[in-house]
């Protein structure tokens, strides 16, 4: 455990060094928030009866959580597998789990760095308060980021390359950020778009978060925990099968 616990040390070191974990990851759901409460954070959004701050706020607190696991997860294995680094741990007393496990564990730590970050301006800023369950929502947070994390752990498997991972993230990351209501309100979303958007795993969490944060109540709830579920199991089955450390 404290040779882990060292690892992990430096691994998130590397992790609030990084300037993009902390601009996409944390800086740009607490900008976004604050346009939002800004320009129409009082306003209904659309005929859904809460504000676009109570909207908002469940769909960045996604964003962490998105930056984290197609960003960081995926390029970092393939930067270490691409550097030999993963095959060099199998030389020494630290199993290469353990720096999987660190590099896991750092990604977890920035994305609730990320949620505080944008609940304690929403709250102290804007006033901003839930009407849902919160027990609820950090389980659904919780659901969210596992289910995400194993997408992001089988695109680490699959990648060989940080340069096909790069595109492969990108291909992933952005569509998820700007498709699944986590910077841009679904609400705004024409209805057909909206159809084509629920397909996303993200957008499922998103959903699934925000009716906890705001006490809705609807009969899809069943079915996308089951669907998250799901998404964790298969991906992380199929991550394991096909992870290669060299």
Known sequence: ???????????????????????FGVAMPVGVLMLIAIVAGGKIAGDSGYTFLESAFASLIAVGICASAFMGIPLTIADYRDKKI?????????????????DVLCCTVNAILSAVAVT???VFAFDY?????????????VLTLVSMFSI?????????????????TSAVYFPMLFLSGATIPFE????????VASVLPLTQGIKLMKEASLGVQTEDVIWRIVLLLGITVVC???????FRWE
């Open 1 to 23: 455990m404290k040779r882990f616990l060292k690892l992990y040390s430096v691994e998130q070191k590397l992790g609030f060094r990084s300037a993009d974990s902390m601009i």
């Open 236 to 242: 992380t089955a199929i991550s394991v099968k096909t």
């Open 86 to 102: 993963l095959k060099h741990f199998f030389a020494t007393p630290c199993s290469p789990i353990w720096i999987l496990g660190a």
């Open 129 to 141: 308060r839930m009407a849902g369950n919160i027990l609820l929502f950090l389980g659904a947070w």
């Open 120 to 122: 304690i301006v929403a």
């Open 152 to 168: 992001g752990l089988l695109m680490a498997s699959f990648c060989r390359t940080v340069k096909a991972t790069n595109v492969i």
């Open 188 to 195: 705004l979303f024409p209805e057909g778009l909206q159809k």
